[in-house]
């Protein structure tokens, strides 16, 4: 299927959740067009220009193995950037979507990591894998059980085949285990102008393109997890005065708020009480 990128599907941002979230159902995996737009994604890259420039390549953890010498990861996107916390992190339509998924099964959902990867020139071809594989849980999921992650990957400069375009496998994410492990030449890049999106379940085998190019390849990574598992990145280290200057959406996605579970029944309490309760948490206007 190399080469072939029109077997991802594309869709326009005036897509309903519903339908969206039926298509990941279907294929695993979705471009949303100009899923940013231009102001947003350019005053965001102008926050993040100068850490990016000074992070270095390769991975800060051991477990970080698919963070190649050649790419660069940097998170704590909160502390970062002003446009990540007000206007992207709590994207209506990302959101939406994610509560036709996880909904009615799980309850709330929140932030699993959030983070830019940028490519440089001469990066390999990253493993394919599952965002899921990160929970022990994921073992146990047969292939029409509630997914337990939905990721997002915003194409900050142009994803094309030549500089690393992530390469999916549409359909992987209904595999059992006894299926063949995948192999490169199943997989499609997704190709994209800045601003567009990738969204694909966690169940769904994808990785990082080769860089042939002499330019790099930057994207925005996220994803969102349902409110009973644990994120991969705590918040808890921001400064409150950050915090409290985001919407409330904004500081549960983040573990600054209690959530519930699709019973209504509370998580992440203080004690007895909703968590912001006890924190007397200030937030801004939605």
Same mark, same amino acid.
């Given at each position: ?116 990867? !940028?490519?440089?020139? %001469? ?5 394919? *894998? +599952? ?9 146990? &999921? ?108 904004? !500081?549960?996605?983040? %573990? ?5 579970? *699709? +019973? ?9 009480? &909703? ?12």
């Amino acid at each position: 299927m190399t080469g072939q990128a029109e077997a991802i599907r594309r869709v326009h941002p005036t897509v309903s959740p519903k339908q969206a979230a039926q298509m990941l159902q279907e294929d695993g995996v979705i471009i949303l067009k100009s899923f940013l737009a231009p102001d947003v994604m350019q005053r965001f890259q102008a926050e993040v220009d100068e850490d990016i420039e000074k992070t270095s390549t390769g991975a800060r953890m051991k477990a970080y193995k698919l963070v190649n010498d050649k790419t660069k990861h940097m998170a704590d996107l909160i502390v970062r950037s002003e446009v990540f916390r007000y206007d992207i992190l709590t994207h209506p339509l990302y959101h939406a979507i994610a509560d036709e998924l996880f909904r009615s099964d799980y309850g709330d959902h929140w932030l699993n990591a959030a983070a830019v990867l !940028q490519l440089m020139p %001469g990066a390999p071809a990253q493993q394919l *894998h +599952r965002d899921e594989e990160i929970f022990v849980a994921s073992k146990f &999921r047969s292939p029409t059980d509630p997914q337990l992650s939905l990721s997002c990957l915003v194409a900050l400069t142009e994803f094309t085949e030549e500089n690393g375009a992530t390469r999916l496998i549409p359909g992987s994410h209904l595999w059992d285990s006894a299926h063949p492990a995948p192999s490169p030449d199943q997989t499609v890049p997704a190709i994209m102008q800045p601003g567009d999106a990738i969204l694909f379940l966690g169940s769904l085998f994808h990785g990082g393109g080769e860089n042939r190019t002499e330019n790099v390849r930057r994207g925005l990574g996220m994803s969102l997890i349902p409110c009973q598992f644990t994120p991969y990145s705590s918040h808890m280290h921001v400064p409150r005065t950050i915090i409290e200057t985001m919407t409330p959406l904004a !500081q549960k996605l983040v %573990g600054w708020r209690t959530v519930e579970s *699709h +019973r209504q029944y509370p998580f992440w309490q203080g004690g007895d009480r &909703r968590l912001e309760d006890v924190l007397g948490l200030a937030s801004r206007e939605a």
